[in-house]
């Protein structure tokens, strides 16, 4: 199965963690851990879908899933996928992800996320949280206090703060990538880049992309965040939408799932290279990206920076050594479309043999 193939199966028709046909050509998850609180009203679920290359890391997501069964899907998703970014980044980490089952606005208290870490700590490091949907970095300092499992803290408590400058300058060099792909050259320099979701990623990669000589246009829901892009970049144009416009590259940033069949259709880039995780609606929105000559980068490569960064922060590499390992990300999505070309697959496929083969390769010793 590709790593988009899982969005074909209805996954929420299944329950339980042993034998899920929607993971069934894939390795099963090595450990699924529930943790319970009564006193904080504490409900977490932990997914270590693989230590087969290291500890497994991938961050606390808080969300008022509609039910255990929607909570224990998403953290399988989750988890799985964290494999498949640690391994294509090149990284020596696992995949693992945990959800807690609220409403953070509500439910998010520093005794919650305490006994919380207690629970992160039984796993001796088995699994490394980080911060995710509806967590932070102040979030991630609270948790702190009762694991050392723990990265993506606040600088003032000895974390790396925020990964979205990292992120996007690992997007930009997977932009650059594509670019020496399709049009033989990784320069952009008049090239028009149209950003969706101009948020903490969105932001940042504006900023290369004006440094790089791009013409960039930009979309949000959100006036604040717009409001911001145009202080800082008077340059840049506002528009409603961007992935409907007479555009070279498509820089979703905003949410996933944003490429759909009837999307495609009105989609004129010739390049799809953004943050947002899963940007496929479904597995088969590939195929008709291909038929339109559209290349698309796949998301869990492109977005890996952040992950490299936290990845760096346990390791204690210098910040000049991060910054160049999550420049390789461009290197990594140039063999990708090398290998995508030459054996006339596609973009996720490629990039899920080559996750495959490393595990296979260390799987082996
Ligand atoms: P963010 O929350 O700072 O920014 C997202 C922006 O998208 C917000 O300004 C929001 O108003 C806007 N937005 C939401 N719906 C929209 C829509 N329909 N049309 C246009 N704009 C819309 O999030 P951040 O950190 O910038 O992340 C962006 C994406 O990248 C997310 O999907 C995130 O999961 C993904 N990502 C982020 C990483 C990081 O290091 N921050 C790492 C890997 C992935």
């Known amino acids: ?51 087969t290359l290291g500890p497994a890391l991938g961050g606390t997501r808080f969300y008022p899933y509609r039910d255990e069964q929607a909570a224990l899907t998403d953290v399988l ?11 294509a980044a090149g990284l020596q980490l696992g995949g693992g992800k945990a959800v807690l089952i609220g409403d953070p606005a ?10 919380y870490g207690r629970f992160v700590e039984t796993l001796n490091g088995r699994y490394i949280t980080a911060g995710d949907v509806g967590t932070t970095s102040d979030d991630m300092d609270i948790i702190g ?7 993506a803290r606040t600088p003032a408590a000895g974390g790396s703060g925020d990964s979205a400058p990292m992120t996007a300058l690992g997007v930009f060099n997977s932009m650059t990538a594509a670019a020496k792909s399709v049009w033989g050259s990784a320069d952009l320099t008049g090239r028009r880049v149209g950003v969706e979701g101009t948020g903490k990623v969105g932001y ?16 949000d829901v959100n006036a604040l965040a717009l409001q911001r892009v145009k202080a800082a970049f008077p340059g840049v144009a506002i528009a409603e939408t961007v992935i409907d416009k007479d555009i070279d590259i498509y820089a979703p940033c905003a949410m996933g799932a944003t490429l759909t069949d009837l999307s495609v259709r009105t989609l004129n880039a010739a390049v799809v290279c953004g943050a947002a ?17 559209v290349v698309w980068v796949p998301d ?23 910054e160049a390992q999550v420049k390789n990300i461009g290197v990594t999505v140039g063999r990708i479309l090398t290998r995508q070309h030459e054996q006339g697959i596609l973009a996720g496929q490629a990039a899920d043999a080559i996750v495959r083969e490393r595990l296979s390769a260390v799987a082996a010793h």
């Open 300 to 322: 869990f490569v492109s977005n890996s920076g952040g992950l490299i960064q936290v990845a760096g922060e346990i390791a204690d590499t210098p910040r000049s050594e991060v």
């Open 204 to 219: 940042n990669l504006i900023s290369l992309l004006l440094d790089a000589g791009a013409v960039v246009t930009a979309t």
């Open 145 to 151: 206090r009762s694991t050392e499992h723990v990265v």
């Open 1 to 51: 199965m590709t790593h988009a193939a899982e969005h074909k199966v209805d996954i929420d028709a299944y329950s339980g963690v042993f034998d899920r046909p929607d993971f069934a050509d894939d390795s099963p998850h090595e450990q699924v851990v529930f943790c319970q609180d009564k006193a904080t009203g504490l409900k977490a679920i932990i997914g270590i879908h693989s230590t």
């Open 277 to 293: 995780n899963n940007q496929l609606a479904v597995a088969r929105v590939e195929e008709s990206l291909r038929a339109k000559g």
């Open 106 to 115: 509500l439910d998010k208290t520093p005794a919650l996320l305490e006994a």
């Open 77 to 87: 998703r989750l988890s799985r996928g964290m494999t498949y970014k640690a391994a």
